[in-house]
C-alpha cells in the first residue's frame, strides 16, 4: 500500500519504536511503557502484530503476566512460510512452555537466553518513564505480579 506524503505524516506521530527488549515479554512490557513516555499515559488497548503461531504466547502468557484486560488486548497473527512453519512451531512449544515455568523470564533459560541478547550490556532506560509499573519490572516470580497496575481492578 502507498501512502501519500500527508497520509505518512498523519501516521509519524503515531508509529512507535521500542529498541531494547531482549525477548517477547520485553517487547510487550517495554512497548506499554514506550507508550506511556510518548503519550502520557497507558494504553487502554494493546495490538500485538506478530507471526500466527506466537498468538497463545502473547494473548495467554505475556498479556496475563501484566494482568492487561483481555477484552482490551488483540492480537493479528501473520503466517510464517511453509518453509519454516513446522520447526517455528516446534520451537515456540519449547518458548510457551518455558514462559509457563517463568511468566517474567527473569530465571533458567529465559533468563541466559535474554542474557545473549544483550552481548554489550546496553542499560535497558525502563522503567524511569513509567513509575506506575516500576514494580511489575523488577518483579519475578511464577505468580502473577501482585502489586497495583494501572489498567488493573
Known amino acids: 500500500m502507498m501512502l501519500f506524503s500527508d497520509e505518512k505524516e498523519k501516521v509519524r506521530w503515531r508509529a512507535l519504536t521500542e529498541e531494547h527488549a531482549r525477548d517477547s515479554f520485553e517487547n510487550l512490557l517495554f512497548s506499554v511503557c514506550r507508550f506511556r513516555e510518548i503519550t502520557g499515559s497507558y494504553p487502554q488497548n494493546i495490538t500485538v502484530v ?5 498468538q497463545e504466547r502473547f494473548t495467554s502468557l505475556h498479556r496475563s503476566a501484566i494482568r492487561f484486560p483481555e477484552l482490551n488486548f488483540f492480537y493479528v497473527g501473520t503466517p510464517a512460510s511453509a518453509a519454516v512453519a513446522e520447526s517455528a512451531k516446534k520451537g515456540e512449544a519449547l ?6 515455568q517463568d511468566p517474567y523470564g527473569c530465571q533458567g ?3 541466559r537466553k535474554k542474557l ?3 552481548p554489550f550490556h ?3 532506560p525502563y522503567p524511569h518513564g513509567c513509575p506506575e509499573i516500576q514494580g511489575l ?3 519475578c516470580g511464577a505468580a502473577p505480579y501482585p502489586g497495583a497496575l494501572p489498567w488493573s481492578d
Do not use: G, M
Open 50 to 54: 506478530s507471526y500466527d503461531f506466537k
Open 95 to 100: 518458548v510457551r512452555a518455558q514462559f509457563q
Open 109 to 111: 533459560p529465559l533468563y
Open 116 to 118: 545473549k541478547r544483550d
Open 122 to 124: 546496553r542499560s535497558v
Open 137 to 139: 519490572f523488577k518483579y
